[in-house]
């Protein structure tokens, strides 16, 4: 699923987050799915 499919779906509280990729800072890629089956705050900002 692209990040444009994941952002016109609706979840709410309790739902399943839908998978995607970040990059960090050094460069390297972070997947939801590298936390499945623990609970993960995310806190999302934008600078513009």
């Known amino acids: 699923m692209s990040t ?3 952002s016109r779906k609706s979840i709410g ?3 399943v987050a ?3 990729t970040s ?5 390297k890629d972070i997947s ?3 936390y499945k089956g623990k ?3 995310l806190f999302m ?3 513009w």
């Open 4 to 6: 444009r499919e994941a």
């Open 39 to 41: 609970r993960v705050i």
């Open 23 to 27: 990059p960090l800072l050094d460069g």
């Open 45 to 47: 900002w934008a600078s």
């Open 13 to 15: 509280a309790g739902d």
């Open 32 to 34: 939801l799915s590298d």
């Open 18 to 20: 839908p998978e995607f």
